[in-house]
């Protein structure tokens, strides 16, 4: 069964840093999406992305982060320069078309990255 | 996207049904119910999801009320491995439109 994959699954890094969180979506889906988890709190969401560009972002995505998927599997997501906040599990999930009039599919994730900043 | 009240946590016995509640009272016609659960801190995996008809896979059923106000999933026979958070979410059909997770049900499956 085709799954999300993400890399690296734990990370480390010092505060100020850049990091890149690394997604496969699943191969025939053309959404793409993250998401992050603050240990104890609710899943958030921070983009998603269609067609090459930003289709949608919450509060949380300012200036710091980028997405990008430079090329036809991978899907990524910058931090430039991190915060002790950004210490998060980040989730990357995609979705198919699917439905009625191409309406969007269910999303599926992956196994997450665990960015624990110092 | 419509706003869902769950319960913060139940328990169930292993083997049995396990009956998820959600109320979700001002639901627009467009917007579809859908369950997603989170076992330990794992990525939130999808379960099902409906407009308003009652839906079933290898997975659960989801029973939504005429008035489509509040929804009930049901793991027909609960494991151990069921023991998860439980997410309800209402949401619109369209392009790229985003997740909208609450604090969903902690289910707590026992023996």
């Known amino acids: 069964e085709p799954e999300v994959t993400q890399t690296p699954s734990h990370q480390v890094t010092q505060m100020g840093q850049e990091v890149i969180l690394r997604c496969v979506p699943i191969s025939n889906h053309l959404y793409f999406y993250w998401y992050r988890q603050i240990l104890g709190q609710k899943v958030e969401f921070l983009v998603s992305f269609y067609n090459n560009e930003i289709s949608e972002k919450s509060e949380i995505f300012d200036d710091q982060f980028s997405v990008e998927r430079p090329d036809g599997s991978n899907f990524t997501l910058k931090i430039r320069s991190t915060k002790l906040e950004d210490s998060a599990m980040y989730f990357c999930?995609?979705?198919?078309?699917?439905?009625?009039?191409?309406?969007?599919?269910?999303?599926?994730f992956g196994p997450g990255t665990r960015l624990t900043v110092t | 996207d419509a706003k869902t009240t769950q319960p913060p946590s139940m328990d169930c016995a292993e083997g049995r049904a396990a009956n998820l509640p959600c109320n979700h009272s001002t639901i627009s016609g467009n917007e579809y119910v859908y369950w997603y659960r989170q076992i330990h801190s794992q990525g939130p995996q999808y379960i099902i999801h409906?407009?308003?008809n009652n839906e079933t896979n290898e997975m659960a059923s989801l029973i939504i009320t005429e008035d489509r106000k509040s929804s009930t999933l049901i793991l027909p026979h609960a494991t151990l491995r069921d023991t998860a958070v439980y997410y309800c979410i209402v949401k619109l059909t369209g392009t790229a439109s985003k997740l909208t997770f609450g604090t969903g049900t902690r289910l707590q499956v026992t023996l």
């Open positions: 999930a995609s979705s198919g078309r699917g439905g009625l009039a191409g309406a969007q599919s269910e999303q599926y």
């Open positions: 409906g407009l308003k």
